[in-house]
């Protein structure tokens, strides 16, 4: 399983742009980037998931760039409900690998009025 | 809502003691994982079941055990308690087996240990 390293923290006002950027320096081939939100005494909850180029869906967009090591979760326009730990994983597709996530520390985002 | 299902939302115990942690599925989700999240660990994976069997293990311990029955519910047995086994306790399910399908987690059980 690749590890995977972002910022533990970040702050925002509400209104603005907020990226989130995740390292994973030993992606495999065979491997998708997916980002997760948890709220206090929630379980997560699925936002997006990407395997290279952009990914956009109606909450954020997922940017990976050619050589898949890093990805930046793209959250437009953030609102005081987006205050949430977010987490950046990689993970195996087929339904013959194990579907073990391994969740780091996440980053926390505050978002301020 | 998910469609995942916990039950009990609480329980409080002693330690020592034996608990059983319920997780019904989304409906056509073949996959059931297990997940302990305590202040200082952060989210921890346990297990993971597909269609009936052990699929991965993750840090569980001896005395934890789990298992999926036919109709895909499964159930966390917790025994001989202590007090740091006090922790949120999430099921999630996906449709497959691998981890890059979505897992949909369920409210949570929330165990303490006194």
């Known amino acids: 399983l690749a590890k995977t390293t972002q910022p533990i923290s970040m702050d925002s006002y509400e209104g603005q742009e907020v990226n989130i950027t995740c390292s994973h320096n030993n992606i495999a081939t065979n491997d998708y980037i997916t980002w997760y939100q948890q709220f206090p005494s929630q379980g997560p909850r699925f936002i997006i998931q990407g395997y290279k180029t952009k990914v956009t869906n109606e909450v954020a967009s997922l940017f990976i760039p050619a050589d898949r090591k890093s990805s930046t979760l793209s959250l437009p326009r953030v609102s005081l409900s987006d205050t949430a730990v977010y987490y950046c994983?990689?993970?195996?597709?087929?339904?013959?690998?194990?579907?073990?996530?391994?969740f780091g520390q996440g980053t926390t985002l505050q978002v301020k009025p | 809502d998910s469609g995942v299902t916990q039950t009990p939302k609480h329980l409080i115990t002693a330690t020592g003691q034996r608990v059983t942690l319920r997780c019904s599925p989304r409906s056509g989700d073949l996959s059931v994982y297990w997940y302990q999240q305590s202040l200082d660990q952060g989210l921890q994976f346990l297990i993971q079941y597909y269609n009936g069997e052990e699929r991965a293990k993750g840090n569980i311990l001896e005395r934890f055990s789990a298992q999926q029955f036919p109709d895909l519910h499964s159930e966390l047995n917790l025994s001989s308690l202590e007090l740091g086994d006090s922790a949120l306790y999430f099921c999630?399910?996906?449709?497959?087996?691998?981890?890059?399908?979505?897992?949909?987690f369920g409210p949570g059980t929330r165990l303490t240990v006194l």
């Open positions: 999630a399910s996906s449709v497959g087996g691998g981890s890059s399908y979505e897992q949909f």
């Open positions: 994983l990689v993970g195996r597709h087929g339904s013959s690998n194990t579907g073990k996530l391994i």
